[in-house]
């Protein structure tokens, strides 16, 4: 069984000593915001640092004083990384890393630069992993409600005999000890396999699979607000999969009528087969030697242009427009 940290490792005097600690976020999107927020109402002494943009003012006006980049890494003592993975080797490389003082703390929210080598920290530094298994909307909102949400975290790098200890201040001072959250012990390489193929192999392949679908339905005369109702509209599959985070996988099918469940496990298998497994093999190789990750470097190096074509054919795809029209009439608004 693989290690879930308790609350109960993390020594009161190291904890008391973190909170002290000048910890600076960089970054205030998703994740910044939101571990700002619940470190500093966890008694941490939190300071932001961001480039001058909207979310320097979000920051600010949340009452957080704002350094540049280059000031927060001069004065921090722990520094989260919360800036995109796409840009963050870039940032680090020309703002935080000339900047950083030796033996301060490094803290990832995934492990994709570290994993690929494209951030290279100092081995004066303590390198940790603090990822939350949730978008920076539910830290925030599970935190305040003193609930918990799933982290993974790991020790990269310990050039102090405390890094371990950080790393768990940090994952309590986000709320991830609160009931209902965990804190498992991980490693880059496993949260950057985890999450690319989470991303890529399921939810790639339920977009296309509904797309699928739904042209299926429709080519044999069902209307279009009929298949997207029954597809996703109506919420129905955010109760299935909400079901299955709380009671089990296979226990939400017990849920569903008779004919269901006979017609679920008999047909699911047709479409996931043999052959997908070799895909799946495939795509996590892609994964795991690096492949994918230099394709999208490449992909931003030479201006996107296949990125931006792939959401033009999507956003003007027939299925989107009959989208629209039924989200307008239901008072909802789509986005896009
Ligand atoms: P985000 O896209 O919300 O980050 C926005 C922040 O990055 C802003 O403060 C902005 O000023 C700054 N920024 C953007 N481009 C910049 C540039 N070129 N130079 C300097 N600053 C720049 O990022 P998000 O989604 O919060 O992700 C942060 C980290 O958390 C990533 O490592 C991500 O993989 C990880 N993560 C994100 C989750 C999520 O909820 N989105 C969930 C779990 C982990």
Not at 58 to 81: N, P, Q
Not at 130 to 153: D, E, N, Q, W, Y
Not at 206 to 232: C, F, H
């Amino acid at each position: 069984m693989s290690k879930f940290y308790e609350e109960s490792e993390i020594s009161k005097d190291m904890e008391s000593k973190v909170r002290k600690m000048a910890t600076v976020v960089f970054g205030y999107g998703n994740q910044g915001r939101a571990q700002a927020l619940n470190l500093r109402d966890s008694g941490f002494r939190v300071t932001v640092a961001n480039v001058d943009d909207d979310y320097a003012k979000a920051a600010a006006s949340d009452g957080f004083e704002v350094l540049s980049l280059e000031e927060g890494a001069s004065r921090c003592d722990i520094g989260l990384l919360l800036l995109p993975d796409e840009v963050a080797d870039t940032v680090y490389l020309k703002s935080i890393a000339p900047n950083l003082r030796q033996g301060s703390t490094l803290v990832f929210a995934s492990g994709y630069n570290i994993f690929y080598g494209r951030i290279k920290p100092d081995r004066s530094l303590d390198v940790l992993l603090v990822a939350p298994r949730m978008i920076g909307a539910g830290v925030r909102s599970l935190c305040a409600a003193h609930k918990g949400f799933p982290v993974l975290a790991a020790v990269h790098q310990a050039a102090t005999d405390s890094a371990e200890q950080v790393m768990l201040a940090l994952c309590a001072g986000i709320g991830a000890f609160n009931p209902g959250g965990c804190v498992l012990r991980s490693s880059f390489r496993e949260e950057t396999l985890t999450d690319l193929m989470g991303e890529q192999a399921v939810a790639g392949s339920i977009l296309y699979l509904v797309k699928a679908v739904y042209g299926k339905l429709v080519e044999r005369g069902v209307s279009p607000e009929a298949a997207l109702l029954e597809l996703y509209a109506s919420g129905e599959y955010v109760e299935v999969f909400s079901k299955a985070a709380e009671i089990g996988l296979w226990g939400q099918l017990r849920l569903h009528s008779h004919t269901s469940q006979y017609g679920q496990q008999t047909r699911g298998p047709r479409i996931v087969n043999e052959r997908t497994d070799e895909i799946l093999s495939e795509i996590l190789d892609e994964i795991e030697s690096g492949e994918f990750a230099s394709e999208w470097s490449k992909e931003m190096g030479s201006g996107l242009t296949r990125f931006r074509e792939l959401w033009d054919a999507n956003m003007r795809s027939e299925m989107l427009s009959h989208e629209r029209s039924l989200y307008t009439r239901l008072g909802r608004r789509p986005s896009g």
